[in-house]
Every structure is written in C-alpha cells, then in structure tokens.
C-alpha cells in the first residue's frame, strides 16, 4: 500500500487561518523586516513567498535591501539600528550573505525579542531546558514537528533517525523529539561521517532527512511503515526534488512529505507563528 501524503499546504493554511485569526482580534499590527544584501536568484525567491505569506494573514512586511559590497560593521550597525526601532516585531535575515561577512555575528547582531527565525544564541539555547516553551524556534525544524503532529501518531520512544545535523534543521529538530521525556522520540543522529547510514535509517519508525542531496535515502533505506519527512531541497534539470527517492519512498513508507509542497509549505507559516509570540510576549 501507499504511503500517505502529508501535505504540506493544508497545514500550512490552518495555521496561517488561525493566525489570521488571533492578529484580528489583537487588532495588531505586526512589522516583519528582511534584511537582504546583494542580489541573489535564491534568496529572491524566498522574500516573494515571505511577502505573500504576509499579506495573507495581514502581517506588514518591508525589505530592506543593502549593497552586495557593505562591510560587515557597517552591516551590523544597520541590524542592531533595525533591532532598537520600536514598530518593527521581528528581523530576517536573508541568506546567503556575501562571502565576506560572517552570518554568525550579523545573526548575533539581532535582538533576542526580535529574531523571529529562532537563530541566536539565547532562542536555541532555550531548547535545551525541557521545562521551558521557548517562544521562537527555528522555523525549518518547527515545520518538521508540525508535520510529524499532523499524521496523528504517537511517537513516544520510536525510533527515529535524524540525518544532517545543521543548527537549523538536524540539530533542533533532535531537542525538540526530546523536549518532554514522556513523550520523546529515542533520536539518533547521523552525518557525513555515519558509516552505516543505511543501517540507521532501516530501523528509523521516524526518518527526517535535511542533507540537501537528491536521491540519497532510497526505497530499500527505509523500515516499512516509516514516517518520512524529507526537508532537502534540491533542484534536478527543472524539477525540485527532495533527498529521498520519494517514488520508491510511498512503496515502503507508512507517511510522507512531498517535495515541493511537505516541509517547505509548513516553513513560512511556522515564520509567521514566531513572530506572533514575539509580539505577544512583548505586550505580556
Ligand atoms: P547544511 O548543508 O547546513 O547541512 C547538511 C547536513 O547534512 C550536514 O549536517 C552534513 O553533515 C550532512 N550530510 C551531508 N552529506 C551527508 C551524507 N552523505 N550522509 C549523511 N549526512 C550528510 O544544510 P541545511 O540543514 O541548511 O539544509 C539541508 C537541506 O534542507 C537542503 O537541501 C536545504 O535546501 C533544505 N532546506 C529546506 C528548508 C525547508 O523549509 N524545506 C529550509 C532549510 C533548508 P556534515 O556537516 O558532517 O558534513
């Protein structure tokens, strides 16, 4: 039998409906700020679904376009300005940023109560406390948890199997399947040194795959019945792709996200619910 599809979309429009929602009866208005340097085809991409995304649910959203060639003070004094203007709710920052700059210190440049993408020292370090709600998260891996709550399955002491672990994906999504013990996944973690990749992810009931490599988890990698969520993003000829074979995938998988149209859809949304708790936690 097929996999199910989890579809990214649906779950991204209730909780954007619901955000919708909350913002009209705070009668608020929210500013969400990216902070793009130079020109990038990528990252262009990425500020017209922000955009959009915004408008939908009736969010502000400006773009504050600098030169490919500034300096990484000058860069920084433009953050930490944007930081202490009281209308703005929360800061992105758009990447990749020039070679040049180090994204570490801009992103530490960000106000913890307004990074809205979850990045800076203080939100992750949040994630390690099991008896805290961290308001912000990154939003790559909160759309990884969303998906993984939309198929209705209880994941308390599965198997699950993490493969990559960036600090936006791999690495959170790791503390968040263990932020209540009672509840928790048993995660394991595997990179570019696994020896046996195949042999971890064949016993994953949980797979989450974010290497950005096409084609790498393949039908005969996978448990039968597996929750697969693939977060890759890669582009193949013309076509978008995920890092899993998704057509040998639904064979064996129990679930499955799609690419595009999975993790991707859920990503903005989860943006969106971030900068609503910075907002709130602000008027608290
Ligand atoms: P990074 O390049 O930061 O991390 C990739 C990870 O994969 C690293 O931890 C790396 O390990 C690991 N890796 C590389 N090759 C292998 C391998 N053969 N076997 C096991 N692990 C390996 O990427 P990101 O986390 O930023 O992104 C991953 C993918 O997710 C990309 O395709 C990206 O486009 C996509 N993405 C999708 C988003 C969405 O919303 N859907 C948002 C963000 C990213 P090591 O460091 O040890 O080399």
Redesign the pocket.
Known sequence: MNAKIIDGNKIAEKIKQKIKTELEKLKAKLVLVAVQVGENPASKVYVKNQKSSCEEVGVIYNLVQLAENISEDSLISEVKKLGQNEKITGIILQMPLPPSINSRKIQMSIPEEKDVEGVTPANLGKLLYSDVQPVVAPC?AL?VMECIKSTGENIKGKEAVI????E???KPVMLMLLSSLLESATPTV?????KD?AGHTKRAELLIV????AG?IKGNMLKEGAIVID????RVGNKICG?VDFDEAIKVAGYITPVPGG??AV?TAMLLKNLLGLYKTRIA
């Open positions: 790559t759309s493969v990559g672990h960036s936006i994906v791999g595997c990179h570019i040194a696994t990749l974010a290497v950005g490599q790498l977060v890759g993003i890669n890092d993790v991707g990503t």
